[in-house]
């Protein structure tokens, strides 16, 4: 079973940017789907991005073309780099991992997350 802690949140400007990493621990991290979810103030939690063990990669419609989701086997690490930030990019986000095919499926529980917040 894959374990995770994410970090890497903080305050930024509108137009700014962050790199969230989420480190993981476990045999079957190299075999095993990862995800960034968030979840702004009042809202439910959302897919962020996905990368599937072999690299093939899903994102949300909002967060296509800013942000972008890595993985590193070797250190069992997963990146979400966020570049152009807005203000609507605000909330708590999550790693967890899962399998992706067409859509991802979570199998891991939430951890404490990373607070983001983008100021305007």
């Known amino acids: 079973q894959v374990q995770v802690m994410e970090s890497g949140g903080g305050l930024v400007q509108a137009g700014g940017s962050l790199r969230l990493s989420c480190a993981a621990s476990g045999s079957l991290f190299s075999i095993t789907g990862m995800a960034w979810y968030r979840q702004a103030p009042g809202k439910q939690r959302e897919l962020v991005a996905a990368?599937?063990?072999?690299?093939?990669?899903k994102y949300a419609d909002s967060v296509k073309g800013r942000f972008t989701i890595s993985r590193d086997n070797a250190n069992k690490k997963v990146y979400l780099q966020m570049d152009s930030l807005k203000p609507e990019d605000t909330g708590v986000y999550y790693c967890?991992?899962?399998?992706?095919?067409?859509?991802?499926?979570?199998?891991?529980?939430w951890g404490q997350g990373t607070q983001v917040t983008v100021a305007s």
């Open positions: 967890n991992p899962g399998i992706l095919i067409t859509s991802f499926s979570r199998t891991g529980s």
């Open positions: 990368i599937g063990s072999g690299g093939n990669r």
